[in-house]
Structures are given as structure tokens and as C-alpha cells.
């Protein structure tokens, strides 16, 4: 499994705090979870945003993160604390 | 070396107070604050909302305080972020780092400041008198936090 959270503006399009996907072999990184879930259509496309941000086990990592399964990713748009 | 995630409000004359307090051979302390302003994309807020991802927040926090603590000789360095509902001109941030002499406090408090804008998971809603809207991650921050990266690499 992957455990997958929206942050933010993305949890409130994809009305969706988190989701538990089961793992798929072919994933190899953030991105290729990312493009699955915008394959999705509809609200899903707001992951395309160019200037998303995601976390694998809550450190902020790059779309070519490697994944694997057990892992928790988080998908957010730019932070804007301060 | 305080890292501090609290809906409270606080009071930023008695954190930098504690920031000195029992610390002889503190010589500077340098302090920044933000601030709820009252007007932000032309529209006047009411509230502005603070949302964090619990599970990381804190974490994040630690990780750039520890690279400050790593690029420059400090005593001490802290950092407390406010979260949830928030009113106008409250602070919502509060950094300080302590040295010996300044120059390590002043680059070190700008360091942590323009990290926790690009890598700290916080997010801002604005509530204002025309409605309800996430504020828009800006390139200023991402370029201010890339200039250390820049210097970085130059000393290399």
C-alpha cells in the first residue's frame, strides 16, 4: 500500500485528505503517482500544477523521489508560511 | 534551541527576552517577526488562516534550524509559527538567533526565515471582505532561498 495526503488548495479540489492506494509495481517514483492520479481527470488534474511540492515520510523531497511500497507521500502546492 | 508549532498568540518583546535570559555570553541577538497584514491582493482581510501538515511541521522546522546551526556559530536559534485563525496585525512568526558577535545572527535569522518560506509546510488562507483564497507561493521566496544554495556552491 501507499498512503497518499493532500495538503491545502489540493484537499479541498479532490475534496479528499488522503487516500490509500495499493502499490503497483511500475512506480518507481513520485512522479509516476502523480501522473497516475492526474490520469484520474476531472479535479485531478490540480496536481499538474508545475509548482507542486511533496514529502516522502514527511521530508520534502523532489518528483524524482524513489517510492516505495509502505511509504507515506504527501502532494501540496508551494508552502506559503512566514 | 526552541521549535515551538502553537495556535496561541505570543508576545514577541517577552520571547526575545527569553532569548537572552541566562545566556552571559550571548553578544547579539537578532529577532524577526511577520505580521498579519491588512491588505493582500488588493482585497481587505478579515482573518487569515494558518494550515500546517501536523506529522511534519515541526520536523521541518528542526531540519533548517539545524542547518543554520551548522553554517554559523550560534548560541542559540528558535523558531515559533502560529497556526489556525489568526487576526489582523497579530505575529504569526518569530525567529532568533544568538551569537557572539552579529554578523552570524544576522545571516543566520535571514537563512532560517527564507528556508521556512520555501520549505516549512505551512499554507495561508485569506479571509477578506470579497471572499476566501489561498495565498500564491511567490518566486521571490523560492529565488531568496536559492541565493544560499548559490553561495554555497561559490565557497566550494
Known amino acids: 500500500m501507499l498512503t497518499v495526503q493532500f495538503l491545502a488548495r489540493y484537499r479541498e479540489s479532490l475534496q479528499c485528505e488522503s487516500e490509500q492506494l495499493p502499490w503497483q509495481e511500475q512506480w518507481q517514483t513520485v512522479d509516476d503517482v502523480r501522473q497516475f492520479l492526474i490520469a484520474r481527470s476531472g479535479p485531478w488534474t490540480v496536481l499538474e500544477d508545475p509548482r507542486i511540492m511533496c514529502a516522502r515520510n514527511q521530508d520534502v523531497c523532489s518528483l524524482q523521489e524513489p517510492l516505495q511500497a509502505g511509504d507515506e507521500l504527501a502532494l501540496f502546492p508551494m508552502v506559503t508560511g512566514g | ?156
Request: hydrophobic content about 45%; proline content about 4%.
Open chain 2, 1 to 156: 534551541m526552541s521549535i515551538r508549532v502553537q495556535t496561541a498568540p505570543f508576545d514577541p518583546g517577552a520571547e526575545l527576552n527569553a532569548v537572552h535570559a541566562g545566556e552571559l555570553g550571548v553578544g547579539a541577538v537578532v529577532t524577526f517577526t511577520g505580521y498579519v497584514r491588512d491588505i493582500n491582493q488588493d482585497a481587505a482581510i478579515e482573518e487569515l488562516f494558518l494550515e500546517h501538515f501536523p506529522g511534519m511541521t515541526e520536523k521541518a522546522l528542526a531540519k533548517i534550524r539545524d542547518e543554520a546551526l551548522q553554517r554559523w556559530p550560534l548560541i542559540g536559534a528558535h523558531i515559533l509559527h502560529r497556526v489556525g485563525p489568526l487576526s489582523l496585525a497579530e505575529p504569526i512568526v518569530f525567529v532568533a538567533t544568538s551569537s557572539m558577535h552579529r554578523s552570524a545572527a544576522f545571516a543566520a535569522c535571514e537563512f532560517i526565515m527564507d528556508y521556512l518560506k520555501t520549505r516549512a509546510p505551512f499554507w495561508k488562507k485569506e479571509h477578506t471582505t470579497t471572499g476566501s483564497h489561498w495565498v500564491d507561493g511567490r518566486d521571490s521566496d523560492t529565488l531568496a532561498a536559492a541565493r544560499w544554495e548559490a553561495a554555497d556552491k561559490e565557497t566550494r
